[in-house]
């Protein structure tokens, strides 16, 4: 699988933004927190999305299909990373899955 262009969300400000008041989307959001810890996100005034929590090790945590307002989506342990995709991003991935992230290249590898 080719690498995966993604938006990068390092500033508290354009995490907190994420997909809220945004249509339809093509490019992957990820958010890159500054330790890991455990969080939750919510999906009010998003569109549909999935959610892929990430490891330290960039390994699949949780994977939420968000197809409707949810106030609270949280992954079981804690997470450095969370990709933010369009509908059906996440589908086929599994826990402890290995997803190569490049913060610096914008990029992600689902196929690693």
């Known amino acids: 699988m080719p690498r995966i ?3 990068v969300l390092r500033t508290f400000f354009e995490q907190m ?4 008041f945004s249509g339809r989307f093509t490019t992957p959001l990820l958010f890159v ?5 455990i969080f939750a996100i ?3 005034f998003c569109p ?3 959610a892929v929590f990430l490891d330290a090790d960039c390994k699949v945590i949780d994977v939420f299909a968000v ?3 949810r106030l609270w989506i949280q992954p079981r342990r804690e997470a450095l ?3 933010e995709g369009p509908p059906g991003f996440g589908s086929g991935l599994k826990e402890g899955q ?6 610096h290249g914008a990029w992600l590898d689902l196929a690693r």
């Open 5 to 7: 262009p993604c938006i």
């Open 33 to 37: 927190l500054p330790q890991p810890r």
């Open 67 to 69: 197809r409707s307002t």
């Open 81 to 83: 990373y969370l990709i």
């Open 42 to 44: 919510h999906s009010m």
């Open 98 to 103: 290995a997803i190569g992230v490049d913060v």
């Open 48 to 50: 549909p999305f999935d």
């Open 17 to 20: 933004r994420g997909l809220m």
